[in-house]
Every structure is written in C-alpha cells, then in structure tokens.
C-alpha cells in the first residue's frame, strides 16, 4: 500500500502510523496538496479519503513530535518481528497444552510464526479500510497451520495443537 503511494505523482514520500489506519503523504514542493491527495484515494481504489483538518494537524503534529510513523519497509518489518515474537509464544503455549516434545514444538512453532507473517503480509497489501473477517482469516491460517503440521504430527496430534493454538490465539485458559 505504501509503495504504491509513493509512486503517485507528487508524493515525495507516505508513512503510516503504528494502528495502521493513518496515512501520511509529504507532497513535492510544487505540488498541489488537494490534487496529490485526491491521485493517492484513486491509487488505492477509493478505500481512503483525506483526513478532516483537526485530524491531519493532530497527526502532522506527531510526527513532527518524533512519534513513529513508519515507511514501507518499516512498517513490513516491524509486523514481522511482532509475527516472530507472537508466534513463537503462541506456538510454544499450544505445543505445551498438546503435549507436543522439543522438535514438534520447535517446527509447530514455525509454521505458527510463517503463517502470521503471512497474515500481516496481506494485511499490508491490502488497501485501508478493506473489509476484514478476522473469524474466517484466523480459521483459514488455522487450516494452514493443521495441513503443514501433518508432515511431522499424526491427525489426533495435530488436530489438538490446532485447537490448542486457537485457544492460546483467543486468549482461552
């Protein structure tokens, strides 16, 4: 998404805030603000629109004050790190709870973390506002996780790790 706006014309470059909802477009010098903007909304079909003036001070403002407002590759990065360290928790807790030993717990937890990466992955290249089904998202990364934990875990074995996994996700006790 923000690649995509750093291509339109006039963009000297577009950042994102930590939520992931407000965008940040520094305009070339001889470009017209309203112009930039209305060609960034049409480069990212229509799924955004200009803040209103109180909202766009605030957040000129925090950037300005040093708040992070990441770029492109900031913002990917940091999703992976959070998909790192979220994954090899979750993994580890659903592995413990299966009563999965050291190289299972090891592997599951792997997948676990690759399958989030990919979530945030799509997440970022997704346009803003785009509809979201977490429900259906997290049962189909679930899917995903069962079907490659099926190369080293039999169906019992790996079945329970999923469920484990998806109660360790919901925060379930």
């Known amino acids: 998404m923000l690649a995509r706006l750093d291509e339109v014309s006039g963009v000297r470059e577009s950042r994102v805030d930590w939520t992931g909802r407000l965008l940040l477009l520094a305009v070339e010098r001889d470009a017209n603000a309203d112009e930039v903007a209305d060609r960034a909304t049409d480069a990212l079909g229509g799924a955004a629109h200009r803040a209103d003036p109180e909202v766009e001070a605030r957040a000129i403002e925090t950037f300005r004050a040093g708040e992070p407002w990441l770029r492109s590759g900031e913002a990917l990065r940091l999703s992976e790190e959070e998909a790192r360290v979220v994954g090899a928790r979750l993994g580890a807790r659903a592995s413990a709870a299966a009563g999965l030993d050291a190289e299972a717990t090891r592997r599951f937890s792997e997948i676990v973390q690759d399958e989030l990466r990919l979530a945030f992955q799509a997440l970022h290249d997704a346009a ?5 089904d977490s429900a259906q998202e997290t049962a189909f990364r679930l ?12 169906d019992a074995l790996a079945d329970r790790a999923c469920e484990e996994l998806l109660r360790a996700f919901r925060g379930d006790e």
Not at 128 to 132: C, H, L, V
Not at 143 to 154: H, I, N, P, S, T
């Open 143 to 154: 899917g995903r996780v069962r079907e490659r934990c099926g190369a080293f875990l039999d």
């Open 128 to 132: 803003p506002d785009t509809p979201r």
